[in-house]
């Protein structure tokens, strides 16, 4: 467990929810990932991420899917590619990362609470 923070601390957090609206494989990245085009509804806009999930998820089974992205971090650089949220998921066993989801539909865009 990391150091205990207050409230406050979690709400600068930005986390929403969104719908994978495109995939598209990303060959330069050092470990295995997929470019993902995520619809935040229209508040955000659509967004671009960097996900290395290619143990768990083919092209089919992300487009349509809803995902949680953290949405206020600053853009990275990774490679060619600017990935402008974090996409978030959770280590299996053997390291590889599967998805963090919502239980049913939500609107895109509604913020983690």
């Known amino acids: 467990m ?5 409230y406050g601390d979690f709400e600068k957090v930005d986390i929403r929810v969104g719908t994978v ?9 050092r470990k295995p990932a997929w470019k993902l085009k995520i619809d935040f509804g229209a508040e955000i806009g659509v967004k671009k991420s960097s996900a290395q999930i290619t143990v768990h998820y083919d092209e089919q089974d992300l487009v349509g899917r809803q995902v949680l992205a953290v949405v206020n971090f600053p853009p990275r650089q990774i490679g060619p590619f600017r990935s402008e949220v974090l996409t978030l998921g959770f280590e299996d066993e053997a390291g590889a990362i599967v998805l963090a989801a919502v239980e049913r539909p939500v609107p895109n865009g509604r913020k983690l609470m």
């Open 2 to 6: 990391t150091d205990e923070i207050s």
């Open 21 to 29: 609206i495109e995939v598209a494989p990303f060959p330069e990245a």
